[in-house]
């Protein structure tokens, strides 16, 4: 990474403030580009899911694993929800979704209430394991709601054997004109669901996989309590990657709980964070870290920075951080403040090898909220901060109760906050389809076939508040 003409401004600087100066290519699409990344985490995309309550659950690790990306589970999660979570996840199908099922006797209230759980908008009725009917939300409308399943769904619905490849199984919906096909076994039993979205997607993505072929995922640890056995007690679930996450990760405590963890060999990469600075990410990785997660502040949720004055600006953080990182043989993650693909592309032209992102994918179908609607009718989920005192509440649900209100005082986070659901991109693979293609295409204009020759090859220019505001599209006009 240059700057234009080799200016480096004598100042921090934000997403908003850089642009990337086209160069000569050699590229001649944005297909030639390679996503994967080097950091260890095996991911085929730069996204892994900020370990979030309000956006990392089951559902929302197996859609980003089965994209590439990598889903961080929270800290707070008791082990054997971490336990459930991961064997659900690694027994996930690596091209087909996972359907939403009900039994023909279930009303249609409880279709409804699970129908948006999933992205595909559809529940699958089956009978003995084998599907007999698919209701959608058309079908649902005026009708009772305590009606039975078997009575609306519609029963000439596009099957699909489960080994079917996903040029074929698009192929047969788009001779059907429909948009999702059940994917059934050699007997006749449900094996999951296809959209002609997600048969196209399967061609254009690799997903992010173990040594044994299952998709992979994270967990995230803290630095209170027994960390080592908690990690190692989180590796033997089955979790690919372990980030130890505090909010200020340059302070003795979290160097010495990461030196812990780092002792034990347990055999996955160890991200740490969060710093925003070259000493910060060098003492990381001096006690074990292979990954530094970097960003203090940047978050949609956190308060941090008009509460305490503390952080940085994201994109100078980042590009420090990544320089001491790669001097040392590790890597970093961008922990924070992306708000639109450009800000993901200039992460990673910064250095990093991977982008955390939270609040964004919030308002999506996959993460763990309940879908809401609005005075508007607009869609709808709640988010919050880890470090919001709902956050807190959680996390030290077995405190005294006097303990529990102290802490209850302090918070540098968002409790609760409207997530809208974007109608063209409800869902996360919408979103992934959304931050890739431009990540893509920042790749073609650089001249880089690579994620690495991204950050070699980027020439960066800084802009006045005025020229961001110039390249924002305006789609209803002036």
């Known amino acids: 990474m240059q700057f234009l003409d080799g200016h480096r401004p004598p100042y921090d600087l934000t997403y908003d403030d850089v642009f990337v100066v086209p160069n000569r290519t050699d590229v001649p699409s944005r297909f030639d580009v390679d996503l994967s990344t080097v950091d260890g985490s095996g991911t085929t995309i730069p996204i892994v899911v900020s370990n979030m309550t309000a956006v990392s659950g089951r559902r929302m690790a197996e859609t980003v694993a089965r994209r590439g990306g990598i889903t961080v589970l929270p800290q707070d999660l008791p082990i054997d929800a971490v336990t459930e979570t991961v064997a659900f996840v690694k027994s996930r199908d690596l091209v087909a979704d996972t359907p939403v099922v009900l039994g023909p006797d279930a009303s249609v209230s409880d279709a409804l209430a699970l129908m948006h759980k999933r992205a595909h908008g559809a529940v699958i009725v089956i009978d003995g394991g084998r599907p007999v009917g698919v209701v959608t939300e058309d079908a649902c409308a005026d009708v009772d709601r305590f009606a039975r399943l078997q009575s609306i769904a519609a029963t000439d619905f596009v099957t699909a054997p489960s080994d079917a490849t996903p040029r074929a199984v698009f192929e047969a919906l788009d001779s059907a004109h429909e948009h999702l096909a059940v994917l059934v076994d050699a007997d006749g039993s449900l094996a999951g669901v296809l959209t002609r979205t997600g048969a196209v997607r399967a061609g254009i993505y690799s997903p992010a996989i173990d040594d044994a072929g299952r998709l992979r995922i994270a967990a995230a640890v803290g630095i209170n309590g027994d960390v080592a056995a908690k990690a190692q007690s989180l590796v033997e679930t089955g979790a690919d990657v372990l980030v130890i996450d505090t909010a200020h990760g340059h302070q003795e405590k979290m160097l010495d709980a990461l030196a812990a963890i ?15 600075s070259a000493a910060g990410t060098r003492d990381l990785i001096s006690a074990g870290a292979n990954i530094v997660k970097v960003g203090v502040g940047p978050g949609a949720m956190c308060t941090t920075r008009m509460m305490t004055g503390v952080g940085r600006p994201q994109f100078s953080a980042v590009a420090e951080c990544s320089a001491a990182a790669a001097e040392l043989g590790a890597t970093v993650w961008a922990d924070g403040g992306v708000r639109h693909p450009r800000d993901v592309a200039l992460a990673l032209a910064a250095g990093a090898s991977n982008v955390m992102i939270g609040s964004w994918f919030a308002g999506t179908y996959e993460s763990p909220g309940d879908l809401r609607v609005d005075t508007a009718g607009r869609a709808y989920k709640e988010s919050f901060g880890m470090a919001s005192k709902r956050a807190v509440a959680a996390r030290t649900a077995t405190d005294s109760a006097f303990d529990r209100a102290r802490k209850g005082l302090f918070e540098e986070g968002i409790s609760s906050s409207k997530m809208l659901l974007d109608p063209d991109r409800p869902g996360v693979e919408d979103l992934i389809d959304h931050i890739c293609a431009g990540v893509r295409s920042t790749c073609t204009y650089a001249g880089a076939r690579t994620l690495p020759e991204l950050h070699q090859r ?15 599209p305006l789609p209803r006009g002036w």
Do not use: K, M, T
């Open 458 to 472: 980027a020439v960066l220019g800084v802009q006045s508040a005025a020229g961001f505001a110039e390249g924002r």
């Open 262 to 276: 780092a002792a034990l060999d347990l055999g996955v990469p160890l991200a740490a964070g969060n710093v925003v």
